[in-house]
Each structure stands twice: as C-alpha cells, then as structure tokens.
C-alpha cells in the first residue's frame, strides 16, 4: 500500500476512509471504515475478497478431484451472485473469469455424475428384477421336485440380498421399487403357502403310516411265541408293511427297526432249531457217506440183474438212515444218483436187446439186408466181367453201404 495515497493495485482509502475497488478503469465504492486506519479499512475488505477466492478454491479442488457432488452447480451461481458488485478488494475480474471456468466444469461433471447416476440406478433395477425373477422361480417348481430346505434357505438368502440393494445401492423410482418388492413378497409368500401345505401333508400322512405299521408291528411281535411256525404269518405281515406306504424317512427306520426286531426273534428260533437239527442230522450224513462208498463197485457190475439188485438193497438202507444236513443234501444226492442212473442204464440196454418187437424189426431188417447184398454181390461180379468201370464202382459203393448196415445190426 502507498503511504502517500492509502491505495494498493485493487483498491484505495480516501480520506473519510470510504474503500473503493478498481475494476478494470473505473472505480466502485464497496464500503466505509470510519473507526480504523486506512490500512485496517483496506485489509478488511481484501480479507473479504480472500473468503470468496477460498470458496472458488475449494469448488475447483474438488471438481479436479472428483468429489463435488450436485451441489457445485448452486455454489457456482451463488457465487456469481456474490461477484457482481462484491464488497470486496482484490481482482473482482480475475475471480469472476475462475467461476465462469468452474460453471461449465460443473456442467460437465453434473452431466457425468448423471449419468452413473443412472447407470447405477439400472444397475439397482437389474439387481432386484433378478432377485424378484428368481424367487418366482423357486416359487414356480413343482411341488413333487422342490427341495423344501435348500428352498427356504435361499428364499433366505434372497431377502437378505434385497435388504442389503435397498439399504447400500441407489434409490430407484418407487413405482418401480415397489411393483418389484410385489413380485418378490407375491413369489415368497406362494412358497411359504405350498410349504405349509406340504408339511401338512406330510404330518398327516405320517400319522396314518404310523397307526398302520403300529398295528403291523404289535401282530409281528405277537407271533414270537409261535417261534418258527410264526414265520409265514410274519411274511404276510411283510407285504402288509409293503402295501402300508412310507412315512418320514426318520419315523420309518424307527418303525422297520421295531418290525425287524420282531421278525429276528422268529428267525432267531428258526437258526437254533436248524442248528439242532444239523447237529441230528451229522450222524445220517456220516452213515449215508460209508454207504454210498460201499455202493461204489456197483459202478463197474455190467450185468443189470445184479447190479439192480445190489442198489435195492443200498437204496432200502439209505432210507432207513433218515435226513442229512441241508447244506450236504445236494452232493450226498447227487452220489447216489450217478449209481442210479448206471443201473438205468444198464437196464435200457438190456431191453433194447430183447424186446420182441425190436427184435423181429431187426430180424425182418437182416433177411432184407442179406438178400441185397446177394444181389449186389451179384451185380458188382458182372460189372467186373463186364469191364464197366462205372456199374463195378457204383456197386462197390452200394455193397458197402448194406455190408455196414448189417454190422450195425448185430447178431
């Protein structure tokens, strides 16, 4: 500041300590400082220039930064307002130029934060549009195929992702935040209705399983007295069970446990009076064993008159001897039956050789055949006589044929 005029490049002080800015070749009262010195009027109004250069500062800070939101705009044009006739001092032309640049800054800003604005909105909308489809889709399987916990827990996890878009994500138009919560709330709540009906259901039909397979189960458990007599009638009761539906998976291994156990008592009795019996039963299969070695050479008889007499007389014991083991049943058998079958065979032998009416078919066979091979005998010592190569072959073929026939036969 000059001493001699109480002026600085922006403004001065006259005498009665009225301040004027210079804008640009003309001058303009901005204010009196009748208590101060001239240098305490002047700093009072630069110091009211700087407040408003702070605040263009700081607009154009965070516009470069990014981080001015919708407001910038009104703090632009509130600040062209301050600068039209500023009561202040300082480069008033200066600092209105920084605001006209900050002006179409914002413009430009605003435009952009609009748009992510939007985008995000869309984004928002995408976001629960996806949500709201997918529990329509839950909703909408059929009820045959829905699995009920898996189900529930991600309808769970679908108002849980609801939640968090509406309290962190961007608001979105309300006509159409709600008609989407519509969708969503109309999806869960048809759920929650097929749910409840399902497990009703469910209850119901496990309550008559379960009176059904009581009463299957108290006849099984009244059978155990009968011990393996019981048995049949618990196989009856079985395909009663078969027939009774399921309940609950939980409920029906409690119920076929106490049903088992029953049946076991029965089967229990059944594997004691077999062991007993096998135990009777040892010694036939020891004695059966000694008589089936003793029946063994009747393997090389090949008379069938002695050899059906020497099986007779083993067949006759081996009743006598009484039952084996079940397990041993099939081998002891099947030794005795190899012996059987020889003797049959034996025996069919010997019929075929002496049944009278296969022996005159065979007798009536050989006159015809011994009479034939005269004749072809003949005829092959013509052909020969002959020198005719082909009837001499055609003979020879011929005589043997019958010659074998008649080996065939047999004495």
Avoid: C
């Amino acid at each position: 500041m000059s001493e001699a005029s109480n002026e600085t490049s922006w403004g001065r002080v006259d005498e009665d300590r009225t301040v004027y800015v210079r804008e640009g070749d003309a001058e303009r009262v901005v204010g009196s400082f009748p208590d101060g010195t001239p240098e305490e009027a002047l700093a009072y109004f630069t110091r009211k220039f700087a407040d408003l250069e702070g605040q263009v500062t700081l607009l154009e800070a965070r516009i470069a930064r990014g981080t001015a939101d919708a407001s910038a705009a009104d703090t632009v044009a509130k600040l062209r307002e301050q600068l039209v006739e500023p009561a202040a001092v300082g480069d008033i032309a200066g600092l209105r130029e920084r605001v006209e640049k900050l002006a179409s800054k914002t413009a430009e800003l605003s435009e952009k934060q609009n748009a992510e604005r939007e985008a995000a909105r869309a984004e928002a909308v995408a976001k629960r549009e996806a949500i709201a489809a997918e529990a329509e889709r839950l909703a909408g399987q059929p009820a045959a195929s829905i699995r009920w916990k898996d189900t529930s827990q991600a309808f769970e996890q679908l108002f849980t992702d609801w939640q968090s878009a509406q309290r962190s994500g961007p608001q979105i138009p309300k006509s159409q935040a709600d008609a989407l919560w519509k969708r969503f709330r109309s999806a869960r709540q048809s759920f929650d209705s097929a749910r409840r009906a399902h497990f009703a259901q469910m209850d119901a039909t496990n309550k008559d399983v379960k009176q059904r397979k009581e009463r299957i189960i108290a006849a099984a458990e009244a059978l155990a007295p009968r011990g393996v007599d019981g048995i049949p009638a618990y196989r009856a009761l079985l395909d009663d069970w078969k027939a009774a539906g399921r309940a609950s998976r939980k409920l029906d291994d409690q119920l076929w446990a106490r049903f088992k156990a029953a049946g076991d008592v029965l089967y229990e009795a059944k594997a004691a009076e077999a062991a007993q019996t096998n135990e009777e039963y040892a010694e036939n299969l020891t004695a059966k064993q000694a008589l089936l070695d003793e029946a063994a050479p009747i393997l090389d008889v090949r008379d069938h008159a002695a050899a059906r007499k020497q099986l007779t007389a083993i067949q006759l014991r081996w009743d006598e001897l009484g039952r084996v083991p079940r397990e041993a049943l099939r081998d002891i058998e099947g030794r005795l039956r190899k012996i059987e079958d020889h003797v049959k065979q034996l025996e069919d032998e010997h019929w075929s050789k002496t049944n009278p009416e296969t022996k005159a078919r065979s007798e009536g066979l050989r006159g015809q055949l011994e009479a034939s091979i005269a004749d072809l005998t003949a005829e092959l010592e013509a052909a020969r006589a002959a020198g005719d190569v082909q009837k001499e072959k055609d003979a020879e073929e011929k005589l043997a044929t019958q010659q074998s026939w008649l080996a065939a036969i047999g004495d």
